[in-house]
T-cell receptor, first 113, second 111 residues
Framework: GAGVSQSPRYKVAKRGQDVALRCDPI?????LFWYQQALGQGPEFLTY????????KSGLPSDRFFAERPEGSVSTLKIQRTQQEDSAVYLC???????????FGDGTRLSIL | GENVEQHPSTLSVQEGDSAVIKCTYS??????FPWYKQELGKGPQLIID?????GEKKDQRIAVTLNKTAKHFSLHITETQPEDSAVYFC??????????FGTGTRLTIIP
């Protein structure tokens, strides 16, 4: 498909486990964003890449959250030692470049037991 | 950070009538204002956007108006249909590449 692809769609983990969420952006898109969406709320910014460079990680809630995009395409969001408050939908978006329209994937719903 | 207020939080409209959702913001430097539609279990879908050099933009039944002086922008949906039922979010980069989203409006179209 031509859209942003995220996997897995659903992830259940026990508190304390590490998880990794994957994002495949639209081909050719330079900018990639991660957002966190709690139930009933709007998405909130986590981090932003331009190619492989992480230009803004001001939204990451703690040092347990880590994101990478080593080859400037696929990105992985990793959460270490998960806590119950990490339960949310994690959305990935990509755009041709900064300040261009952002297109979202369908997200990964993470549930921490 | 940037504050974005979105009203109303819920809106019920008879099929065929119009729906209007409004957002206000505080950062006067912002120049790009997208609207997203989110259906259950899906990611936000960009439905229309506007840049600050124009006051209005239309795409079939959807329009967005921008008042930079008053710092508000609105989404207008005419001739509403059942498939318009969803949660709608306004957003803006407000000087950065990252988006700040409004609190969302749950729109229900009554057949």
């Amino acid at each position: 498909g031509a859209g942003v692809s995220q996997s897995p769609r659903y992830k259940v983990a026990k508190r304390g486990q590490d998880v990794a969420l994957r994002c495949d952006p639209i081909s050719g898109h330079v900018s990639l964003f991660w957002y966190q969406q709690a139930l009933g709320q709007g998405p909130e910014f986590l981090t932003y890449f331009q190619n492989e460079a992480q230009l803004d990680k001001s939204g990451l809630p703690s040092d347990r959250f880590f994101a990478e995009r080593p080859e400037g395409s696929v990105s992985t969001l990793k959460i270490q030692r998960t806590q119950q408050e990490d339960s949310a939908v994690y959305l990935c978006a990509s755009s041709l470049m900064g300040n261009q329209p952002q297109h979202f994937g369908d997200g990964t719903r993470l549930s921490i037991l | 950070g940037e504050n974005v207020e979105q009203h109303p939080s819920t809106l019920s409209v008879q099929e065929g009538d119009s729906a209007v959702i409004k957002c206000t913001y505080s950062d006067s430097a912002s120049n790009y204002f997208p609207w997203y539609k989110q259906e259950l279990g899906k990611g936000p879908q960009l439905i229309i956007d506007i840049r600050s050099n124009v006051g209005e933009k239309k795409d079939q039944r959807i329009a967005v108006t921008l008042n930079k002086t008053a710092k508000h922008f609105s989404l207008h949906i005419t001739e509403t249909q059942p498939e318009d039922s969803a949660v709608y979010f306004c957003a803006g980069p407000f000087g950065n590449e990252k988006l700040t989203f409004g609190t969302g409006t749950r729109l229900t179209i009554i057949p």
